[in-house]
């Protein structure tokens, strides 16, 4: 048992001794005989010896404690420091309960409360200390008054002056530590309030300009090559008629409303930032199922992102109340989309520039589209040369790439796939020049051009014993194209190509699910009886609502999910879900983009009848592709017609 402070000695042996002497003494009083009294003065004597050797016991240790406890106060946490300080107390001051109140900035305190035990209690010191204590220490550091520390013992004795010192001393250093700590807290609140400033905007505490792009950075470095980024810009288009009929204050709580908004539809990960007067801008790292939009993707880059940029911008243009009057806000909004490994986020913020001011052109939202960029004057150059090339007929060829049956890898069909030899930059894939050609008066005679190519192959291959579907790839635009169905039939009747083997190839968009003349075309395609192929299926706008509108024949399951489904869950799901689909509305579904045996494999296991892909064949020539159709037709038992073939001769 450690020595309690103090003046406590063993009581037993202090009785002893008081007897003892007592003893003595009476002996020599009694017998008045003084030699009794020599021991007696003695015992008092090695009494007294005892006692100042116990004391300076007592008073070293404690001074030792002491040293240790001032020690663990050396801490730049306030609540690190006050612990310390009340553990520190209760064994310097040992069997002692202790009380430290440590005032806040804000003027509260609070109360951290230590027993012999050495537990420690932390409250709000709201009440009055409990009082019939020991003694009281006021923490004072350079004038300022940082709390109070109270030592109160069992029962009240007397404190020493030794200890009286070191109550005082320890008392100096906790307030000493105290300062150091809430000093070492100021000035971290400093910095990240300073830090805070310089990235965020004043008004509505959103991120600036330079902090959203130095972040977004951040972001897209850390998000893998392939996945998809969303930049949407977001514009008030009536915002300086506002602030001049309301008034700034209204102006500026309009803006405050208007991120507050944002804020509410922003979701965990993404970054929202005002990156103008009037202007927002919210950054979106997808998540991985969601395709990448691959640069030649003729359904529009983000029909996930520009379906969301519609609902905010339905959430903002709602109206609101500001300085007491309903006010209308006109939103424009631009979307640019692209993979995180090709963009930095200037860049981005770039392209979702051009594309609020498409959207401002032609009112509500529009998403980045590189023919519409100025800065992009590649495809004037790119649409001059192909002119040229669709009057001369021999630098655009078609190859075909054969989709097979799983089962019995008989050939169910072949896709054309346009290629353009250039005269100066060499063999061009569609990526280099559709885009372009999409949004130019080309697209009529190049749609043309590309089915009558096709349709003569097939007509070729007829007369030569083999008559399988051709698939040709449309862009959504030509659905809006009245003539097409006219074309299309014309040019079966010139190949003498019966309409069940032309099968076109559409991608839903965001165009295709809303116009009205879209249904027409389809539907008069669909008279001549050529068949539908909905293409990158599962990436679309909405696919079971354009199933439901447009009776198709076939599903063609995107390769980004056939890629991803052997690691993703999600995606695997995609793909059962588009089989099973298939199954119920009987349509035929074909896998795209099998690269490996154990992608055919899963497929195959999945209940996929079809598939294409490198692992299967490459597009290649046509006159090529009639040799290999030959042999897998004979391979697979399927039937080779005799010539000539069915209305082709
Ligand atoms: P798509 O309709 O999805 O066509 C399939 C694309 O995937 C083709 O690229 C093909 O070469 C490629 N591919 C086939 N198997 C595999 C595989 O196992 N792995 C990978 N990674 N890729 C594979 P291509 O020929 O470059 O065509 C790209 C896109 O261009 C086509 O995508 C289609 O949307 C468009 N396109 C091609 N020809 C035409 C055309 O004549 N007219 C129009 N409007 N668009 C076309
Ligand atoms: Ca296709
Ligand atoms: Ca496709």
Same mark, same amino acid.
């Given at each position: 048992m450690?020595q309690?402070?103090?003046?406590?000695?063993?009581?037993?042996?202090?009785?002893?001794?008081i007897?003892?002497?007592?003893?003595?003494?009476t002996?020599?009083?009694?017998?008045?005989?003084p030699r /009794?009294?020599?021991?007696a003065?003695?015992?008092?004597?090695? /009494?007294?010896?005892?006692r100042?050797w116990?004391l300076?016991?007592?008073?070293r240790?404690? /001074?030792?404690?002491?040293a240790?406890a001032?020690k663990?106060?050396n801490q730049?946490?306030? *609540?690190?420091?006050?612990v310390?300080?009340?553990?520190?107390?209760?064994k310097?001051?040992?069997g002692?309960?202790?009380e430290?109140?440590?005032?806040?900035?804000e003027g509260t305190?609070r109360?951290?409360?230590?027993?012999?035990?050495?537990?420690?209690?932390?409250?709000?010191?709201?009440?009055?200390?409990?009082?019939g204590?020991l003694?009281?220490?006021?923490?004072v550091?350079a004038?300022?008054?940082?709390?109070e520390?109270?030592? *109160?013992?069992?029962?009240?004795v007397?404190?020493?002056p030794y200890?009286?010192? !070191?109550?005082?001393?320890y008392g100096?250093?906790?307030a000493a530590?105290l300062?150091?700590a809430?000093?070492?807290?100021?000035r =971290?609140?400093?910095?990240a309030?300073?830090?805070?400033a310089?990235?965020?905007?004043?008004?509505?505490?959103?991120l600036?300009?330079?902090?959203?792009i130095?972040?977004g950075d951040? !972001?897209?470095?850390?998000?893998?090559?392939?996945?998809?980024?969303?930049?949407?810009?977001?514009?008030?288009?009536?915002?300086?008629?506002l602030?001049?009929?309301?008034?700034?204050g209204?102006g500026?709580?309009?803006?405050r409303?208007?991120?507050?908004r944002?804020?509410g539809v922003?979701?965990?990960g993404?970054?929202?930032?005002?990156?103008g007067d009037d202007?927002f801008a919210?950054l %979106?790292?997808a998540?991985?199922?969601?395709?990448a939009?691959?640069?030649?993707?003729?359904?529009?880059?983000?029909?996930?992102?520009? =379906?969301?940029?519609?609902?905010?911008a339905?959430?903002?243009?709602?109206?609101?109340?500001?300085?007491d009057?309903?006010?209308?806000a006109e939103?424009?909004v631009?979307v640019?989309?692209?993979?995180?490994?090709t963009?930095d986020l200037a860049e981005?913020? *770039?392209?979702a520039?051009?594309?609020?001011?498409?959207a401002k052109a032609?009112?509500?939202v529009?998403?980045?589209?590189s023919?519409?960029?100025? %800065?992009?004057?590649?495809?004037?150059?790119?649409?001059?040369?192909?002119?040229?090339?669709?009057?001369?007929d021999? $630098?655009?060829?078609l190859?075909?790439?054969p989709?097979v049956?799983?089962?019995?890898g008989?050939?169910?069909g072949?896709?054309?796939?346009i290629r353009?030899q250039?005269?100066?930059r060499?063999?061009?894939g569609p990526?280099?020049?559709?885009r372009?050609?999409?949004?130019?008066?080309l697209l009529g005679?190049?749609?043309?051009?590309?089915?009558?190519?096709?349709?003569a192959v097939a %007509?070729?291959w007829?007369?030569?014993?083999?008559?399988?579907?051709?698939?040709?790839?449309l862009?959504?635009?030509?659905?809006?194209?009245?003539?097409?169905?006219?074309?299309?039939?014309e040019l079966?009747?010139?190949?003498?190509?019966? !309409?069940?083997r032309?099968?076109?190839?559409?991608t839903?968009?965001v165009?295709?699910?809303?116009?009205k003349?879209i249904d027409?075309?389809?539907?008069?395609?669909?008279?001549l009886?050529? $068949?539908?192929?909905?293409d990158?299926?599962?990436?679309?706008?909405?696919?079971?609502?354009?199933?439901?509108r447009?009776?198709?024949d076939?599903?063609?399951?995107?390769r980004?999910?056939?890629?991803?489904?052997?690691?993703?869950?999600e995606?695997a799901?995609?793909v059962?879900a588009?089989?099973a689909l298939?199954?119920e509305l009987?349509?035929?579904?074909?896998?795209?983009g099998?690269e490996t045996?154990e992608?055919?494999?899963v497929?195959?296991?999945?209940?996929?009848?079809?598939a $294409?892909?490198y692992?299967f064949?490459?597009?290649?020539?046509a006159?090529k %592709?009639?040799?290999v159709l030959r042999?897998?037709?004979?391979a697979?038992?399927a $039937?080779?017609?005799?010539?000539?073939?069915?209305?082709?001769?």
């Amino acid at each position: 048992m450690r020595q309690p402070p103090g003046v406590r000695f063993p009581s037993c042996l202090t009785a002893l001794l008081i007897v003892a002497v007592g003893g003595l003494a009476t002996l020599a009083l009694v017998d008045r005989d003084p030699r /009794w009294l020599l021991p007696a003065a003695a015992l008092a004597l090695l /009494w007294h010896g005892y006692r100042q050797w116990l004391l300076a016991d007592v008073e070293r240790r404690l /001074w030792l404690d002491y040293a240790r406890a001032v020690k663990a106060l050396n801490q730049l946490d306030e *609540r690190a420091v006050a612990v310390a300080g009340v553990a520190g107390a209760t064994k310097i001051f040992s069997g002692a309960h202790v009380e430290l109140d440590v005032v806040s900035d804000e003027g509260t305190a609070r109360r951290y409360r230590g027993d012999p035990t050495g537990t420690i209690l932390i409250d709000p010191a709201d009440d009055a200390p409990t009082g019939g204590e020991l003694a009281r220490q006021s923490l004072v550091f350079a004038d300022e008054h940082l709390g109070e520390l109270r030592v *109160r013992l069992p029962s009240p004795v007397v404190l020493r002056p030794y200890q009286a010192a !070191a109550l005082s001393a320890y008392g100096e250093a906790l307030a000493a530590a105290l300062h150091n700590a809430a000093a070492d807290r100021r000035r =971290r609140t400093l910095v990240a309030e300073t830090r805070h400033a310089a990235t965020h905007d004043p008004l509505t505490d959103l991120l600036n300009r330079a902090a959203l792009i130095q972040q977004g950075d951040d !972001a897209l470095r850390r998000a893998t090559a392939e996945q998809p980024v969303a930049l949407t810009l977001i514009d008030i288009d009536n915002f300086a008629e506002l602030n001049e009929t309301l008034g700034h204050g209204a102006g500026d709580d309009l803006l405050r409303l208007v991120a507050d908004r944002l804020r509410g539809v922003q979701r965990p990960g993404e970054l929202l930032g005002r990156t103008g007067d009037d202007e927002f801008a919210l950054l %979106a790292v997808a998540s991985p199922v969601v395709p990448a939009p691959r640069r030649h993707r003729r359904a529009g880059p983000a029909p996930h992102a520009l =379906r969301r940029a519609r609902q905010i911008a339905e959430l903002l243009a709602d109206t609101g109340e500001v300085a007491d009057v309903r006010v209308s806000a006109e939103i424009s909004v631009g979307v640019a989309v692209a993979e995180a490994g090709t963009v930095d986020l200037a860049e981005l913020l *770039r392209r979702a520039d051009v594309a609020l001011h498409q959207a401002k052109a032609d009112g509500g939202v529009a998403s980045y589209d590189s023919v519409r960029d100025p %800065a992009d004057t590649d495809h004037l150059t790119v649409l001059a040369e192909l002119r040229e090339a669709l009057a001369t007929d021999d $630098q655009l060829v078609l190859v075909v790439q054969p989709a097979v049956d799983l089962v019995t890898g008989a050939p169910i069909g072949v896709e054309a796939l346009i290629r353009w030899q250039h005269p100066r930059r060499g063999r061009l894939g569609p990526a280099e020049f559709v885009r372009a050609v999409e949004n130019s008066d080309l697209l009529g005679p190049f749609t043309r051009y590309v089915i009558d190519k096709a349709l003569a192959v097939a %007509a070729e291959w007829a007369r030569r014993g083999v008559t399988v579907p051709v698939s040709v790839n449309l862009s959504p635009r030509s659905l809006f194209d009245a003539r097409l169905p006219l074309d299309v039939a014309e040019l079966l009747r010139h190949h003498r190509v019966p !309409a069940h083997r032309l099968v076109l190839e559409i991608t839903e968009t965001v165009e295709v699910s809303e116009l009205k003349i879209i249904d027409e075309v389809l539907g008069a395609l669909q008279a001549l009886g050529v $068949q539908l192929a909905v293409d990158d299926f599962g990436t679309g706008f909405s696919s079971l609502a354009f199933l439901t509108r447009v009776a198709v024949d076939e599903l063609k399951v995107d390769r980004s999910f056939v890629r991803r489904m052997a690691e993703s869950p999600e995606a695997a799901a995609v793909v059962r879900a588009t089989i099973a689909l298939g199954r119920e509305l009987g349509l035929r579904v074909i896998a795209e983009g099998v690269e490996t045996a154990e992608q055919r494999q899963v497929l195959a296991g999945l209940g996929c009848a079809a598939a $294409q892909g490198y692992h299967f064949f490459r597009p290649m020539p046509a006159d090529k %592709a009639l040799t290999v159709l030959r042999r897998l037709l004979a391979a697979s038992g399927a $039937q080779v017609l005799p010539l000539p073939a069915d209305g082709a001769s």
